[in-house]
C-alpha cells in the first residue's frame, strides 16, 4: 500500500465518520430527542400536581393513586379558575352566546328541568363551532 492508498482510505473514514454524525445530529434535530421531551413534560405535570395539591389538600389522595399517563393529561386541563374569560369580553355574538348558554350551559346546570322532557332536550353530545378565522370560535368555547 502506498502514501496515495493510505491517504485516500484515511480522507475516505474521516468523510464517513463526519456524514454519520451530520446525519445523526440533524434526525435528532428534527424529529427532537425523546428523553428532553420526556423531562420537560414530567416538570410540567410534577408542577401541576403541586398547584392541585396545594389548592384543594383532601384531593392529596386522589392524585397519589393516579397512573403516570393519568398524571400528564392532567397537567394538560385548565382549571375554570385559570380561564379569565367571559361571555361578556365576545363582542358581536349575542345571539351564538345565547343559543349555547340555552342548548349546552343550561341542560348541564340544571339537568332535572331538561331531562323530563326527553332526550330532545339534553345537554348536547358536541358543539360544532364553525366560522372564518378570527371570528371568536376558541372565545366562545
Known amino acids: 500500500m502506498n502514501r496515495n492508498d493510505a491517504f485516500k482510505l484515511i480522507s475516505e473514514c474521516v468523510l464517513l465518520t463526519t456524514a454519520s454524525f451530520s446525519v445523526y445530529y440533524l434526525l435528532n434535530t428534527l424529529m ?3 428523553s428532553h421531551r ?3 413534560e414530567k416538570k ?3 408542577k401541576h400536581l403541586s398547584k392541585l ?3 384543594s389538600p383532601e384531593m392529596k389522595q386522589v392524585l397519589d393513586s393516579l397512573s403516570n399517563y393519568e398524571k400528564i393529561m392532567l397537567a394538560y386541563l385548565i ?3 385559570d380561564i379569565e374569560v367571559s361571555f361578556n369580553d365576545i363582542g358581536g355574538l349575542e345571539d351564538v352566546v345565547s343559543d349555547l348558554r340555552e342548548s349546552v350551559i343550561l341542560p348541564l346546570v ?3 328541568l331538561f331531562t323530563q322532557y326527553g332526550s330532545l332536550l339534553a345537554a348536547p353530545k358536541g358543539v360544532l363551532l364553525y366560522g372564518p378565522p378570527g371570528c371568536g370560535k376558541n372565545n366562545a368555547s
Do not use: L
Open 32 to 34: 427532537g430527542d425523546p
Open 38 to 40: 420526556n423531562n420537560d
Open 44 to 46: 410540567r405535570t410534577a
Open 53 to 55: 395539591k396545594k389548592q
Open 79 to 81: 382549571p375554570p379558575t
Open 110 to 112: 340544571y339537568p332535572q
